[in-house]
């Protein structure tokens, strides 16, 4: 079965432009996780969908922003682009929060982003 | 909130060593605790969970116990090989918002032969 895939693998853009950012998830899964990993971080929470509606957002600023297909899939934009968003994106899939879930996501290579 | 401190790396081992990483955790209710593995090059694996104290999660020889009392969930392996090197992250999700990780600065691996 495929994992989780990601794309583009990497992206090199300039301070001001805008970025989108593509994401499927495990056939089946229908929550969708976007993580920032700062060089030499841990992966830090963005955004949780779960059947197309924000179930959580970590501390970003409204430059982030990301939307969930009727087919699961999933794009983060990023408007405005500064220096400091340069890290690794990851996505992640389960198959949606239950109550007394475990919470264990399945993560895709991450789309690599540098911001010149 | 939550948070996870985990050990200062780089750690750097002989194989067929011992491992430990420490890792403890501050939470809300009754989490749920993770240890994931990023090789080079590529994205998080997991590598083995507990949802509940005194839980054992195992997984290619690696072995974590959830220590409430502790609030500590210690990653170890017996023997370390060469293709154990890699980056590892402890991560937690609580049951108040188990749509999300909150991970560990994460502690670089290196096994030499």
């Known amino acids: 079965d495929a994992g989780v895939t990601q794309s583009p693998t990497h992206l090199i853009k300039t301070r001001g432009q805008h970025v989108t950012l593509r994401c499927s998830p495990i056939?089946?899964?229908?929550?969708v996780s976007w993580y920032q990993q700062v060089l030499g971080q841990g992966p830090q929470f963005i955004f949780q969908?779960?059947?197309?509606?924000?179930?959580g957002r970590g501390n970003f600023p409204d430059r982030f922003s990301a939307r969930q297909f009727p087919n699961y899939s999933s794009e983060l934009n990023v408007n405005a682009l500064l220096l400091g968003d340069s890290a690794l994106y990851l996505c992640a899939s389960n198959e949606g929060a239950r109550v007394g879930g475990a919470g264990e996501q399945y993560f895709g290579p991450g789309t690599r982003l540098t911001v010149t | 909130g939550n948070s996870v401190t985990q050990m200062e790396g780089p750690v750097t081992l002989s194989e067929e060593a011992f491992l430990t990483i420490n890792c403890t955790y501050t939470?809300?209710?009754?989490?749920?605790l993770f240890w994931y593995v990023q090789y080079p090059g590529e994205g998080l694996q997991l590598l083995l969970k507990a949802t509940k104290a005194d839980d054992k999660g195992s997984n290619k020889g690696f072995e974590a116990t959830y220590r409430k009392e502790t609030t500590s969930f210690h990653l170890e392996k017996g023997s370390v090989q060469v293709s154990d090197s890699a980056v590892y992250f402890c991560?937690?999700?609580?049951?108040?918002?188990?749509?999300?990780?909150?991970f560990g600065k994460g502690t670089l691996l290196t096994v030499n032969p």
């Open positions: 939470a809300t209710g009754y989490p749920s």
């Open positions: 991560a937690l999700s609580s049951g108040g918002s188990n749509y999300k990780l909150t």
């Open positions: 056939s089946g899964h229908k929550s």
């Open positions: 969908y779960y059947e197309k509606e924000e179930r």
